[in-house]
C-alpha cells in the first residue's frame, strides 16, 4: 500500500438541498496540491472564503457537525468528508454556493461513487499519519457515550449503539480499513430518525430538506393524534404505512444500518483531526459532538507532540542549489547570508540547510558564556529560503530586491546552539502575484520544530544584474 499523499483525477459536481436549511446547492470537489488538505470554499460569499476541515473550526454538533470561521458556516460535512478520507483523498479544494452540504440520499453512497468512478492521482509529498500511542478516552456518562481508542498499525472503527429501542435493540457495525469495502458496506447507510422525532424536528425548524427518501424513520411506538395522517400530507406519501417497526418510505440496506450509519458519522468526523489516524476507535453510542470533542483532544495531543519535518535532508545527494546558486540568486552576502543549500524544490515549496557552527559572528555577543542563536535571525534565514523559491522561476539575469511587509504567529519552540542543523521548510499559502509572496514557514533541528511563523514579503525588481562582479 503506497504511503504517498493522493487527490481526485478530476472534479466532481453533486448538486441538491441540504438537510436542515432545505437550501438548493451545487458543491464541486476538485484535486489540490500536496499538503493542502481539505478544505471548503463558499463561492456564493465575497472574497470565497475558505475553512479547513479541521476540528478546531467545528461549531455546532447539533444533529450534524458545522464548521465555521468568522461568520462563514458550512453545516452537514460528515458525510462528504467520510467518504473523502476512507477512500484515499489526502488534498481537496470543495466549492459550495450555499450553508450546507447537499445530503443526497442521507448517506454517502453517491459521494463514494462519484469518487471511485474519478480516480485518484498519487503525490509525491508522504502522508501524514498520527499513532496512537496509549489508550485515548472522551465520555459522557450520563448518555451512555463513550469512545476509546488504542494503539494499532491501521485504523479500525467498531459502533455499539443502544437506545432502549425495542425496535433497533442492541446494533453492532464494524470497519477495518485493512480489509473492508468502504463504497459497498458502510457508504450506503442512511441517516435514521425516530418518529416521535419528526415533527419536533420541523416544529425546530430544521430538516427543511428532509423527504423521507433519504432516512430511516423508526417508528417505536403506534402513531397518535392523527400523527401518522400529519406526516403523509408534510411529506405527500399517502401510502405511507407502519410496517415491523419502521415507516415503509425506504427498505434497510442492512440489519444494522443505523449502526453502520453512526460508523459513518464517526469517520466523517475523525476525518476533521486534518491527517490519518493510526489506531482502533470503538465508540459505544457515539454522536457528532463526542466524536470532534475527542478529535479535539487528539489534536491538542498532536501539537504537543510536535511538528514534524516532512522531508529528510541527505548530504549525499547533490543540491539543488549550493551555496554558489544562492549567491546567484541572493543578494545577501556572508555574515548575513543564512542558508548553505537547498535540497527541495518545487512550485509550491521548498526544503533548506544552514549549518550553525561557533564561529557565527553573533554567538560573540549572544550570548558569550551560552551562545544561541537569535531568533530574528532564524527567522531571516527561514525568509531567504523562501525568497529562493520566490525567485526560482524569475529572470536570473535580473535582481531582485525582497522586503517583509507582514510577519504573524511567530513561536519559537526550542533553542538553537552551535552544532545544530538547521532544516527551513516553507509553503506558499496562496499563488504569487503582483511580487506577493504569502508563506508558511517552519525550522527544525532533527525532528524538533524551532521556530514557525507565517511570511509575507514583497518581491521588486532592482536591475539587471552585474556579470562583471
Known amino acids: 500500500m503506497s504511503d504517498k499523499q493522493k487527490t481526485l483525477k478530476a472534479s466532481v459536481t453533486f448538486n441538491g438541498r441540504g438537510l436542515h436549511t432545505g437550501v438548493a446547492v451545487a458543491m464541486t470537489v476538485s484535486p489540490a496540491e500536496e499538503n493542502h488538505g481539505i478544505k471548503f470554499r463558499r463561492t456564493d460569499i465575497e472574497g470565497r472564503p475558505e475553512i479547513p476541515a479541521l476540528a478546531d473550526f467545528v461549531v455546532d454538533t447539533s444533529r450534524n457537525t458545522t464548521i465555521g470561521k468568522g461568520d462563514v458556516r458550512i453545516s452537514t460535512v460528515e458525510h462528504i468528508l467520510a467518504a473523502l478520507w476512507t477512500m484515499g483523498v489526502d488534498n481537496a479544494v470543495i466549492d459550495i454556493d450555499g450553508p450546507e452540504v447537499p445530503i443526497m440520499d442521507g448517506s454517502a453512497r453517491e459521494y463514494a461513487a462519484a469518487i471511485d468512478n474519478v480516480g485518484l492521482t498519487e503525490q509525491e509529498a508522504e502522508i501524514k499519519y498520527y499513532q496512537v500511542t496509549e489508550k485515548i478516552s472522551f465520555a459522557i456518562p450520563e448518555k451512555g457515550v463513550e469512545i476509546e ?22 446494533q453492532y457495525a464494524v470497519f477495518d480499513s485493512a480489509r473492508d469495502n468502504f463504497r459497498e458496506q458502510i457508504a450506503p447507510c442512511r441517516t435514521f430518525v425516530f418518529l416521535h422525532e419528526l415533527e419536533p424536528l420541523l416544529a425546530g425548524n430544521l430538516i427543511k430538506g428532509g423527504d423521507l427518501d433519504n432516512a430511516i424513520v423508526v417508528v417505536e411506538k403506534p402513531a397518535v393524534n392523527g400523527e401518522l395522517d400529519r406526516l403523509r400530507t408534510l411529506f405527500n406519501k399517502p401510502g405511507m404505512e407502519i410496517e415491523a417497526g419502521y415507516l415503509n418510505n425506504v427498505a434497510p440496506h442492512f440489519p444494522n444500518e443505523p449502526a453502520r450509519h453512526k460508523l459513518l458519522d464517526v469517520l466523517g468526523d475523525f476525518a476533521l483531526m486534518g491527517v490519518r489516524i493510526r489506531g482502533k476507535i470503538m465508540a459505544t453510542r457515539p454522536g457528532h459532538h463526542a466524536n470532534t470533542e475527542t478529535v479535539k483532544v487528539m489534536r491538542k495531543q498532536m501539537r504537543k ?3 514534524k519535518p516532512t522531508r529528510r535532508y541527505n548530504p549525499n545527494d547533490e543540491p539543488i542549489y549550493d551555496i554558489n546558486a544562492i549567491k546567484g540568486r541572493l543578494p545577501h552576502r556572508p555574515p548575513f547570508l543564512l542558508v548553505d ?10 526544503a533548506g540547510i544552514k549549518s550553525v557552527t561557533v564561529n557565527e559572528p553573533f554567538f560573540v555577543g549572544h550570548f558569550p558564556d551560552e551562545p544561541v542563536m537569535p531568533g530574528v535571525l532564524i527567522v531571516e534565514a527561514m525568509a531567504q529560503c523562501g525568497g529562493i523559491l520566490a525567485l526560482h522561476g524569475m529572470d536570473p539575469d535580473f535582481l531582485y530586491s525582497t ?42 533541528v532533527g525532528d524538533k520544530l524551532a521556530c514557525e511563523a507565517d511570511l509575507l514579503a514583497q518581491v521588486t525588481p532592482a536591475g539587471k544584474k552585474n556579470h562583471e562582479s
Not at 479500525?156 to 433497533?168: A, K, M, P, Q, T
Request: proline share 4%; aromatic share 10%.
Open 341 to 350: 543549500r537547498i535540497f527541495h524544490i518545487d512550485e509550491q515549496s521548498i
Open 149 to 170: 481508542l488504542y494503539p494499532d498499525d491501521h485504523l479500525s472503527v467498531s459502533v455499539h449503539i443502544d437506545y432502549g429501542s425495542r425496535v433497533l435493540g442492541n
Open 403 to 444: 522586503y517583509f511587509l507582514k510577519i504573524d504567529g511567530v513561536r519559537f519552540k526550542t533553542k538553537v546552539v552551535p552544532g545544530d542543523v538547521l532544516q527551513f521548510e516553507l509553503r506558499l499559502l496562496e499563488p504569487i502575484r503582483r511580487g506577493l509572496v504569502h508563506m508558511e514557514a517552519r525550522a527544525f
Open 305 to 307: 507532540e510536535g511538528v
